[in-house]
């Protein structure tokens, strides 16, 4: 028979294996989740475009934590953010999880300075306010953490879960702390990239973008043509007799004219549409998904919200008039080419259309029709 000594030690012994098989286990979690960390925080930082880096977060981060439910929040005043999304194609007014907010009030407000992220039930109303009204199953608990860089509130991840007991008042945030840290500093890196980008490729006098981003932005806008098999049409726009308006009203007056002219026709076209000046007072757009029919009926209404503009300057009124070409590329009834000859053969039969309108008076329409149909071979 074992003496009690024999059975204390031998429990004792249980008991400290089983402490160091719960540390082993531990240990072997916090190496895994260090490592799913470090390769969240690789792939993050490898991101090309904001639209790519937004889309990454509210997927990985999910998957990253376990979670159920991840909502990201994107401080947007003058509406920067919207159009990069725009020009990449990134449909976030449909995104489920993102909204852009045109003030940090709600951030300043909700923190008061502390930037320490906020933890509780879903149904406290500084939390609820942060998820979507739209949600199937609401979180039961929840984490907000802030997204700030230079003592700016860039906007803030909020997480969820279907588990009450997983975000709780009190537990360390250390983890979250430092994920919400590297996206504040990716998502500045990102926006200031942008910002450089749109700069140096938009005309400063008209706020639009330059024959550059034009000459960039075509290919992009004909390769995914090819790939979905949607047309893509363009229109060439010039400004009747603007050697005319310099003269007469001067060259200050000829510029607010430009500027004028540009913003009406940013108006009238899709958020996704480029429009760019090509020189001196010609303009080009890229109509994206846009048939040669509809094309034409959107030069049209171009046309008449121009001839309808009341422009004025230093007391005057500036009648102004344009006229355009229009021509459309449609894969399916094309020939196969080089998109560089393609972008080519599309600017110049828009082109040739616009000259059309300037022989025939001016302050018109004309249809330049498809360009490279296998008819024509």
Not at 104 to 111: K, R, Y
Not at 160 to 168: E, I, K, Q, T
Request: aromatic fraction near 6%; charged fraction near 25%.
């Amino acid at each position: 028979m074992r003496s009690r000594l024999e059975d204390d030690i031998t429990t004792e012994l249980r008991v400290l294996e089983s402490h160091l098989d719960g540390m082993l286990s531990r240990v072997q979690h916090n190496s895994l989740t260090l490592k799913r960390l470090q390769s969240f925080e690789m792939r993050l930082l490898a991101m090309n475009t904001l639209a790519e880096m937004i889309e990454f977060i509210l997927a990985e981060t999910k998957i990253l934590f376990g979670l159920d439910v991840v909502n990201l929040w994107l401080v947007d005043p003058k509406n920067e953010i919207a159009a990069y999304l725009d020009s990449d194609h990134y449909d976030y007014r449909r995104r489920e999880g993102l909204l852009l907010i045109n003030q940090e009030s709600p951030l300043s407000e909700c923190f008061d300075g502390s930037n320490q992220p906020m933890l509780g039930g879903y149904q406290s109303s500084d939390c609820e306010r942060f998820f979507s009204a739209s949600l199937a199953k609401k979180p039961a608990s929840v984490v907000i953490a802030p997204l700030v860089r230079r003592e700016k509130y860039l906007g803030s991840l909020n997480l969820g879960s279907y588990r009450d007991d997983r975000f709780v008042q009190g537990m360390a945030t250390d983890f979250i702390e430092h994920i919400a840290s590297v996206i504040s500093i990716c998502l500045e890196n990102n926006l200031n990239v942008e910002t450089m980008r749109r700069t140096s490729l938009v005309d400063p006098l008209t706020g639009v973008n330059n024959r550059r981003f034009l000459e960039q932005r075509i290919e992009e806008e004909l390769d995914r043509s090819q790939r979905t098999r949607e047309p893509l049409s363009c229109l060439f726009l010039d400004i009747d007799y603007f050697k005319r308006i310099n003269d007469g009203y001067g060259h200050q007056a000829g510029d607010h004219v430009l500027a004028a002219v540009a913003t009406m026709v940013k108006k009238q076209l899709r958020n996704n549409d480029v429009l760019a000046r090509y020189g001196g007072e010609e303009f080009v757009a890229l109509l994206s998904q846009s048939d040669n029919k509809h094309t034409v009926e959107i030069a049209e209404r171009i046309r008449t919200s121009i001839a309808d503009l009341r422009i004025l300057f230093a007391e005057q009124t500036i009648p102004v008039t344009i006229s355009l070409g229009a021509a459309t590329y449609q894969p399916a009834f094309a020939l196969k080419k080089p998109v560089a000859e393609i972008a080519l053969q599309l600017i110049q039969t828009a082109d040739a259309a616009l000259y059309e309108a300037k022989r025939n008076g001016r302050n018109r329409v004309e249809n330049g029709g498809l360009v490279l149909r296998m008819d024509a071979a």
